[in-house]
């Protein structure tokens, strides 16, 4: 069975500057998406980042990118220039290939952005 | 882009009744359909999925028979809790899914019940 796990219940960072989020899983297969969600106060589930496990070249998305190294099975996410706005819970999820979609959650980071 | 609905968004029922929440995909077609439950400070947890015409497919220690899930549509599924209990009271949210890489998935706003 897979896991995902997030080793840091809680972060902060200060307003502008960069925050690496960890994230860890195991999984034997081959083929899987991880992705990296933000749930704000609203707790509306917004997608920030997908990485498919057969690329080689790590995904960004603005201000967003993560560091996939999958020998070692971490997907990090990385936010650079943090605002206000990116307070919030980061869950870390992985998706096996023809599993019908199921994803499979990590525990969350509560991110605070202090000004 | 595509987006997922819920409604309501805030539901307050008296302990025994039965609370139904609608997930509608607006602008795709969702061939599977995930319910999750998440309490304060947690992450979600998978309640069962469906697929469009099918019986839906229950999570360990979940009981079908409270938690009834509909998805008669692809872009239609609906959750029904029944004789609802305080217990109960959590946020539900819904995920609509097509295809399978990942690509096209939305989650709904989510749906806060409260049981007194």
């Known amino acids: 069975a897979q896991t995902v796990t997030q080793s840091q219940p809680e972060m902060s960072v200060q307003e502008a500057e960069t925050v690496t989020l960890s994230c860890t899983y195991d999984t034997s297969e081959n083929n899987y998406y991880l992705f990296w969600y933000k749930q704000p106060p609203s707790r509306q589930m917004i997608l920030v980042i997908r990485q498919e496990a057969y690329k080689q070249q790590n995904a960004t998305e603005n201000r967003f990118s993560v560091n996939f190294q999958k020998a070692a099975k971490s997907f990090s996410l990385k936010i650079s220039d943090s605002q206000l706005g990116d307070t919030a819970m980061y869950f870390c999820?992985?998706?096996?290939?023809?599993?019908?979609?199921?994803?499979?959650f990590g525990k969350g980071t509560k991110l605070s952005v202090k000004p | 882009g595509a987006v997922v609905s819920q409604h309501p968004s805030w539901v307050i029922c008296k302990s025994g009744t039965s609370v139904k929440i609608e997930c509608r995909s607006l602008d795709f077609q969702a061939t599977t359909m995930f319910w999750y439950r998440q309490f304060p400070k947690q992450s979600l947890m998978l309640m069962a999925t469906?697929?469009?015409?099918?019986?839906?497919?229950?999570e360990q220690g979940v009981e079908k028979d409270k938690f009834l899930i509909n998805h008669a549509s692809l872009t239609l599924s609906t959750l029904t809790v029944t004789s609802a209990h305080p217990e109960d009271s959590s946020f539900y949210i819904c995920r609509g899914l097509a295809g399978e890489t990942g690509e096209t998935q939305y989650f709904g706003p989510g749906t806060r019940l409260l049981v007194l």
């Open positions: 469906s697929n469009e015409g099918s019986k839906a497919t229950y």
């Open positions: 999820a992985f998706m096996k290939w023809g599993s019908q979609g199921n994803l499979i």
